[in-house]
């Protein structure tokens, strides 16, 4: 499976983003799909992820403000951003692992998208 994110860019405070993750093969095929994020100087740190079954979770600096959803039919992945914080700012990747037991952990990801930026300020 490839993955390419799409839709990072710079907001203001309080603005929306949404960004999309396409894969090349069915992302239906892996257990657990999310996203995570690292900003300068810190660890990669999962914030939301849906798994086969479409159950969703989501690291707390993020629920309530964050959605994840995943489109079968377009093998697209997607994170709906919305309240943006200066501290939302970081590289976002969308990532495949075979189980969401562990979903916040970056180690348990298989695939990995190249990234993209998303600037809040």
């Known amino acids: 499976v490839q993955l390419v994110e799409s839709g990072g860019g710079s907001v203001q405070p309080g603005g929306s983003l949404r960004l999309s993750c396409g894969a090349s093969?069915?992302?239906?095929?892996?257990?657990?799909v999310g996203w995570l994020r690292q900003a300068p100087g810190k660890e990669r740190e999962g914030i939301a992820a849906?798994?086969?079954?479409?159950?969703?979770t989501y690291a707390d600096s993020v629920k309530g403000r964050f959605s994840i959803s995943r489109d079968g039919a377009k093998n697209t992945l997607y994170l709906q951003m919305n309240s943006l914080i200066p501290e939302d700012t970081a590289m976002y990747y969308c990532?495949?692992?075979?189980?969401?037991?562990?979903?916040?952990?970056?180690?348990?990801?298989?695939?990995w998208g190249q990234g993209t930026q998303v600037t809040v300020s």
């Open positions: 093969g069915s992302i239906y095929g892996d257990a657990c």
């Open positions: 849906i798994d086969r079954d479409g159950i969703t």
């Open positions: 990532a495949a692992a075979g189980s969401c037991s562990v979903w916040y952990r970056k180690d348990e990801y298989n695939y």
